[in-house]
């Protein structure tokens, strides 16, 4: 234990407690004396990485007192907190958001300046802090954001990947992947190499029973890695809550190297246990929406939850209350179905340590999980092989099987006429080779389970779960539609249009709570506000026209309309269905006589994302984009009315350039397949339009901003089955327009049509899984429809002030109550001054 100091010596403390700065003068001294002296550096060499740095330690130090004030009060109020586990947090730059959530941007702005800087150049100088694929680590972020900002006591448990998401170059038209080493300088992060957990894997089980006859197991053997905690302050906005990110680092157990096998010169297997553990933490899975079942990744997820785990129970046992009250201190969320091992882990501990019954520890168990699904789509579902299982975590798989057999006797008891529902739902799929099914050991570990979307809560109750909502009753099952961060996404993305919404909305309350935005509404019909949002806009679209001027040496006319598709490349989120609308719009551009043409308003069609490594026809995808992008843009008939853009290595901080630059962004998945969308309401809260498929949160998007505000096309849910049925069995006729387009790209007009063989084929022979066809019509016409609404820019901007006016159901502060009040039974706790 941590002696605290004694009273009589307090009042020193007390006298030279760290004081922060609060004005330009308080933060120009910091900045320099951390140039001087933590840099050691001077004014005659300090270079804009160095004044970055400065900076970010300057803020780091602000942000530390109030993590410090937070952390304590929280242990000595002794109130429940919540623990939100993800193998993701995308959490972007830091620098920037510290900055506004302590309000002092302008001082810095100020002081930067007067030490002959540009803050925008500082704040540029950050690597994004990238450990996420995509919607589901950035979520985690915002959630993080709203957490601290709503006072929650609260901490985030992740692994600290020394490799983030890849960088993704274009080179010859082809992704390809790049190391993202992120750490060479990260002010934002604090070892706590006190902090360290053994983990322990492989090995084997010995059971016995003791004087009792009670039966014991003991996991014995195997190989122990050590997890190191990284600890990131999470600022809260305008409240000193500042709360704690702890990330995990995997180390070797028991020294550096092996001095004894270095000693006999053998110098390469010396280090190789060392490299061997730190492997674990090393890099990212750059997979989204796909599992492939490695074991790494099984160990990464082991390594990160039982070291978070450890570390919630230690806490727990310092305040020496019964495990049963476990529950009421402890709430855990699950991110997707990655930390389930900690559903069997808790339950190990309890029982094989702590010596609880099963029973009573099952309870504990139950009560302390809540599991978040972000998917039905079944390549998505992880299922991890019983023999993995059984090698790396022995005693874990029994502790499975128990949970298994007493789940499955349940089952029997509720449905004994039912024999087949056991095989259905059981927990360990009786296939070859036998596998654990991990979302209905989430699902039976859990005491709430819930989807991201209305739509999305709905399907897995009525497809993938619709057994277990049976099993357990509809009240296991919720819906918390997914929301994002305004401060990020709003006032730190596009500071000048925040600056316009306060100035009508009564200031910056609206950050705090978004249904402020409400009173926008009564200004969508004047005239001068128009004018200044127009402006805005523009000058936003102006902004994204140099970046892509910079990186891509291609000019776009920011007057054209702007129309967006940033997000991970994946066959159900259909950027194929775009690229192939958009060589529709070239060829009818194509037919037209030059009169014709000039009557024509001009577009640039934007796309960006990443693919998956291994996923190929997403890579295929990326391949004609930008095929279609050097002929496009190449094409003098065509000039400004048509450009084709593939923006590089699509992330955090370029989003942030990126959403509030758009007139219209696409959210085109089939019908089903997208359980929520997060980018969908970055864009609207940015004052662009969407077109986009009945689908995910697209539907709430519908039902807050009123149809005549969004540009809806395409099939609905309900129909996809039997169209997939038809497409399989009948005879499947092709758009004629999409058979157009295809016939163009054959005739090699965009490069070797063999490229482009598979894309094509995948609608005409393979099935049309996802749509493509069936929905290309209402998708050209709703372009068209789109087309027509933007000539009108009076009607235009009212609809884009209106949407944005009823925006304020998708903040994440509005989420993140929603969890605290119906899934963790939490309070905020105000961190006071
Ligand atoms: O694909 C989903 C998005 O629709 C959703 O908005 C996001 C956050 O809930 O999560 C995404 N997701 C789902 N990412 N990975 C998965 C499956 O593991």
Request: charged share 25%.
């Amino acid at each position: 234990a941590i002696a605290s100091i004694p009273e009589p010596q307090r009042a020193a403390w007390e006298k030279h407690t760290v004081k922060n700065f609060e004005d330009q003068d308080g933060f120009e001294r910091e900045v320099v004396r951390h140039v001087e002296t933590t840099l050691a550096r001077s004014l005659f060499n300090c270079d804009e990485k160095a004044a970055y740095a400065a900076t970010s330690l300057a803020f780091r130090d602000r942000l530390i007192t109030d993590w410090n004030r937070t952390q304590q009060q929280q242990t000595f109020s002794d109130t429940k907190r919540v623990y939100y586990l993800s193998l993701e947090f995308l959490m972007g730059r830091a620098l920037d958001n510290a900055m506004l959530n302590v309000g002092l941007k302008d001082t810095a702005k100020a002081g930067l300046a007067d030490l002959g800087f540009r803050i925008e150049d500082i704040i540029t100088q950050e690597n994004d802090a990238a450990l996420g694929n995509g919607g589901l680590g950035r979520l985690a972020a915002c959630f993080l954001d709203s957490l601290a900002s709503l006072n929650y006591p609260a901490w985030g448990y992740g692994l600290r990947y020394r490799y983030g998401i890849f960088k993704q170059e274009i080179i010859d038209g082809y992704q390809v992947e790049v190391p993202d080493y992120w750490l060479d300088f990260n002010p934002w992060e604090f070892p706590r190499h006190d902090v360290t957990v053994d983990i322990q894997f492989y090995g084997n089980v010995r059971k016995s029973t003791d004087a009792n006859g009670k039966n014991i197991a003991a996991w014995e053997g195997g190989e122990v890695v050590q997890a190191v905690a990284y600890d990131v302050p999470i600022p809260g906005y305008a409240t000193p809550t500042t709360n704690n990110l702890r990330l995990w680092s995997s180390k070797a157990s028991g020294g550096e190297f092996d001095f004894q096998k270095f000693n006999n010169g053998d110098y390469e297997s010396s280090v190789a246990d060392q490299q061997r553990a730190e492997t674990i933490s090393a890099v990212l899975y750059p997979n989204d929406n796909l599992e492939r079942g490695k074991e790494l990744r099984l160990k990464q997820q082991y390594f990160w939850v039982a070291a978070s785990l450890y570390d919630i129970v230690r806490r727990f046992k310092k305040s020496k209350r019964r495990w049963s009250e476990f529950p009421e201190q402890v709430a855990i969320q699950l991110n997707d179905t990655h930390p389930t091992l900690a559903i069997v882990e808790l339950q190990r501990i309890l029982v094989d340590v702590e010596g609880l019954p099963w029973d009573q520890a099952w309870k504990i168990v139950t009560n302390t999980f809540g599991y978040t699904n972000h998917t039905v789509l079944p390549e998505a579902l992880e299922k991890w092989p019983v023999s993995l299982l059984q090698n790396l975590l022995p005693r874990h798989l029994q502790i499975i099987f128990d949970i298994n057999l007493f789940f499955l006797q349940l089952v029997e008891k509720k449905f004994p006429e039912d024999r087949d529902i056991l095989r259905r739902v059981s927990i360990v799929e009786e296939s070859q080779p036998k596998m654990i099914r991990m979302a209905y050991l989430a699902i039976v570990g859990s005491h709430k389970v819930n989807g991201v979307a209305e739509l999305h809560s709905d399907l897995i109750q009525t497809t993938i779960f619709k057994d277990f909502v049976a099993i357990y009753g509809p009240d296991k099952f919720t819906n918390v539609t997914n929301g994002v961060t305004p401060r990020r996404w709003l006032h730190q993305a596009n500071p000048r249009l925040s600056e316009l919404i306060a100035s009508k909305c009564g200031g910056n309350g609206f950050l705090t709570d978004l249904t402020k935005l409400a009173k926008l509404e009564q200004f969508a019909g004047d005239k001068e506000f128009r004018k200044e949002w127009a402006e805005i806009k523009y000058a936003n679209k102006v902004r994204l026209a140099k970046h892509i001027k910079n990186t891509l040496g291609v000019t776009v006319n920011p007057a054209s309309l702007f129309d967006i598709q940033v997000k991970r490349i994946h066959e159900y989120k259909r950027q194929q269905m775009n690229i192939f609308g958009v060589i529709h719009r070239y060829l009818t551009l194509k037919k037209m006589s030059p009169e014709e043409r000039k009557k024509q308003l001009p577009r640039v069609s934007i796309f960006g994302g990443k693919a998956a490594p291994g996923y190929w026809m997403a890579k295929q995808i990326i391949h004609l984009i930008n095929s279609v992008g050097s002929v496009v843009n190449n094409d003098a008939d065509i000039g400004d009315l048509l450009k084709v853009i593939f923006l590089e290595d699509y992330n955090v901080s370029k989003a942030e350039i990126i959403c509030p630059a758009s007139d219209i962004s696409e959210h085109i998945s089939t019908a089903g397949t997208e359980a929520s969308g997060t980018s969908n309401m970055k864009f609207v809260l940015n004052g662009g339009l969407i077109i986009g498929t009945c689908d995910g949160a697209n539907i709430e998007i519908t039902r807050e901003v009123g149809e005549s505000n969004i540009f809806l096309f395409g099939n609905l849910s309900e129909e996809v089955e039997d169209l997939r049925h038809a497409h399989t069995y009948g005879s499947h006729a092709i758009d004629s327009d999409l058979d157009a387009v295809f016939q163009e790209i054959e005739k090699g007009t965009f490069g070797t049509p063999h490229d482009f063989g598979a894309l094509v084929a995948a609608v005409r022979q393979h099935g049309d899984y996802y749509l493509v066809s069936d929905d290309f019509h209402s998708y050209i016409e709703t372009h068209r429809l789109v087309d027509e609404a933007y000539r009108n820019q009076d009607e235009w901007v009212s609809k884009c002030i209106t949407a944005v006016a009823r925006m304020g159901f998708f903040s994440s502060d509005r989420c993140i109550n929603e969890y605290a009040e119906s899934i963790w039974n939490v309070e905020p706790l105000p961190t006071k001054e």
